[in-house]
């Protein structure tokens, strides 16, 4: 229910940005949308690599295909969106490069118009990541699944199932 809430508030604040037609998003926000989907890709799937051999070695190995669909099935949209709602919640004074990034003030000058459109289009990113996970990543599942024939069980863990089902019973 709670992930379900996330996903309705943060469509209709997202959603209700973008009608008021007030936003200043161009190609270059679309083009680094797609470099942030497949950059998190790419983390996702060096983090399962450097843990493999350690599920491995504490016995949850894991076969190739079975790596490919955890790194597939990585959905990034309830915590994302979560997070932009709390973005959505921070006043305008505070989201500045020098709290973005660690800069001095010096370095870095920020006005009213620039904190707008950085809290506009964190919003737009997080929404965005959240749309493709669920466009791409969730409509694609059961048919990866299916094709790499991950639903069958093996003839031990039927039977193992089927022991503790009738113990439970």
Same mark, same amino acid.
Request: aromatic content about 18%.
């Given at each position: 229910v709670a992930n379900t809430v996330v996903f309705v508030v943060a469509g209709l604040i997202i959603g209700e940005q973008f009608v008021a037609k007030d936003h200043e998003l161009n190609i270059y926000?679309?083009?680094?949308? @797609?470099?942030?989907?497949?950059?998190?890709?790419? &983390?996702?799937?060096? !983090?399962? =690599?450097?843990?493999?051999? /350690?599920?491995?070695? @504490?016995?949850?190995?894991?076969?190739?295909?079975? &790596?490919?669909?955890? !790194?597939? =099935?990585?959905?990034?949209? /309830?915590?994302?969106?979560?997070?932009?709602?709390?973005?959505?919640?921070?006043?305008?004074d505070k989201i500045s490069c020098e709290h973005a990034f660690a800069l001095p003030s010096a370095d870095c000058e920020t006005t009213s118009s620039d904190r707008i459109t950085l809290h506009k289009r964190m919003m737009f990113h997080m929404g965005g990541i959240a749309m493709l996970t669920l466009m791409l990543n969730a409509t694609s599942m059961g048919w990866l699944v299916r094709i790499q024939n991950l639903t069958t069980m093996a003839i031990a863990s039927k039977f193992s199932f089927e022991c503790i089902t009738r113990h439970i019973a």
């Open positions: 926000d679309w083009i680094f949308l @797609f470099e942030l989907y497949a950059g998190l890709w790419a &983390i996702r799937a060096v !983090v399962v =690599a450097f843990f493999s051999p /350690a599920l491995r070695y @504490f016995g949850v190995g894991m076969e190739s295909r079975e &790596i490919f669909t955890l !790194v597939h =099935a990585g959905l990034r949209g /309830a915590v994302g969106l979560a997070v932009g709602l709390v973005i959505e919640q921070t006043s305008y």
